[in-house]
């Protein structure tokens, strides 16, 4: 079958990055997605991955990110990763423009993405050479949250934005099913990654780091992307269908240690 190559949405930092990165280190070619071609080219000249600069909110972005990955190679993997939170604030006095911006990149490019790319995924499945091996799959794994399955006071609009990723998600495993494509969803708890927290307290940096305070071992990146890389070269019979990813410290999305880990010693 040859290499096989993934694409990476919200690739230029953070989970995205991480997961360009330990694809590469396993061997796959990876187009990394995202809207600063800075850090795009920055990831793609320590990497060696094809890059891809598109604003995912943008029809005609999306558009053209498929012909380039249509013109250039199969595509047998799609990370959804773009998405992120915007404030703290309550269901009445939330800005209308936070939820819009939330839902247009947490559900909305998802499914501009993935419904661009699926010819794609379906046509590196379709036809296998003479003498492949049978027993292969095409890969979209949806990036959500465990703010996607758990209301948290606060959480308003993310919390609305990721419910609907995580439904999306679920629908369009129901709708593939018969076809060689898994659809694959990890729900990150909390991450320590250096831009998230920033976007949502709008580049107020204490208040970002005041989330992570005094938590042993928050999640970082990486730990997101091990879990992603693992999903997707499980063997192409099994689908992880849903994968929560949390630290020991969260037991819940609201339950969070704070203080060294010990055991209760009775």
Do not use: C
């Amino acid at each position: 079958m040859g290499k096989r190559r993934v694409v990476v949405t919200g690739a230029s930092s953070g989970i995205g990055a991480a997961t360009v990165r330990l694809f590469r280190e396993h061997g796959w070619d990876v187009v990394g997605v995202a809207r600063r071609a800075d850090r795009l080219a920055e990831l793609a000249a320590e990497t060696g991955a094809a890059v891809f600069t598109a604003d995912l909110t943008v029809q005609a972005d999306v558009d053209a990110l498929r012909d380039f990955l249509a013109a250039s190679g199969p595509v047998n993997a799609l990370i959804n990763n773009a998405g992120g939170a915007k404030g703290l604030d309550s269901v009445e006095n939330g800005s209308l423009e936070d939820w819009a911006w939330m839902y247009e990149i947490n559900v909305l490019a998802v499914k501009r993405v993935t419904s661009a790319l699926l010819p794609l995924l379906r046509a590196s499945v379709a036809a296998p050479e003479a003498g492949a091996a049978t027993d292969v799959s095409a890969d979209i794994v949806n990036i959500t949250s465990t703010a996607g399955h758990t209301a948290y006071i606060g959480g308003g609009g993310y919390n609305a934005a990721k419910f609907a990723a995580h439904a999306m998600t679920e629908v369009l495993r129901l709708e593939l099913n018969g076809e060689p494509i898994r659809v694959i969803e990890v729900a990150p708890g909390m991450v320590q990654t250096e831009e998230f927290g920033l976007v949502r307290f709008n580049g107020d940096a204490e208040k970002a780091r005041a989330a992570y305070s005094n938590v042993v071992n928050p999640l970082v990146a990486d730990d997101v992307a091990a879990t992603v890389v693992a999903a997707v070269e499980m063997p192409a019979h099994v689908n992880l269908d849903l994968v929560v990813v949390k630290p020991v410290a969260q037991a819940s999305t609201t339950l969070v240690a704070r203080g060294p880990l010990a055991p209760r010693l009775t």
